[in-house]
Nanobody, 121 residues
Framework: QVQLVESGGGSVQAGGSLRLSCAAS????????MGWFRQAAGKEREPVAT????????YYADSVKGRFTISRDNAKNTVYLQMNSLKPDDTAVYYC??????????????WGQGTQVTVSS
């Protein structure tokens, strides 16, 4: 069992940056591939970035490549999403997930509750 709690969401102007964090409970965090997903109003949830259990492999949706960076600290049971050069189209609820199929699976074994990111123009 893994419980995930996201933080770091908020409102920012276009071009700005935010860093999302996801704290995981459980001793098996380091064995899970992790991912960040997002769901904009009226749209399906989509994968944004994923990272392997070791942190050596990362994958990104085309829409965020070069702007977002996923990373993890297994000693702290935490996964991060650094978001730079934010655009209004990045506005969504962002979810952390554990047990995500690589490279960019749409399913997951565990989900966080989500954190809102709003980017204004």
């Amino acid at each position: 069992q893994v419980q995930l709690v996201e933080s770091g969401g908020g409102s920012v102007q276009a071009g700005g940056s935010l860093r999302l964090s996801c704290a995981a409970s459980g001793r098996t965090f380091s064995s899970y591939n992790m991912g960040w997903f997002r769901q904009a109003a009226g749209k399906e949830r989509e994968p944004v970035a994923t990272i392997s259990w070791s942190g050596t492999r990362t994958y990104y949706a085309d829409s965020v490549k070069g702007r977002f960076t996923i990373s993890r600290d297994n000693a702290k049971n935490t996964v991060y999403l650094q978001m730079n050069s934010l655009k209004p189209d990045d506005t969504a609820v962002y979810y952390c997930a554990a047990g995500v199929p690589l490279p960019l699976g749409r399913s997951a074994g565990y989900w966080g509750q989500g954190t809102q990111v709003t980017v204004s123009s």
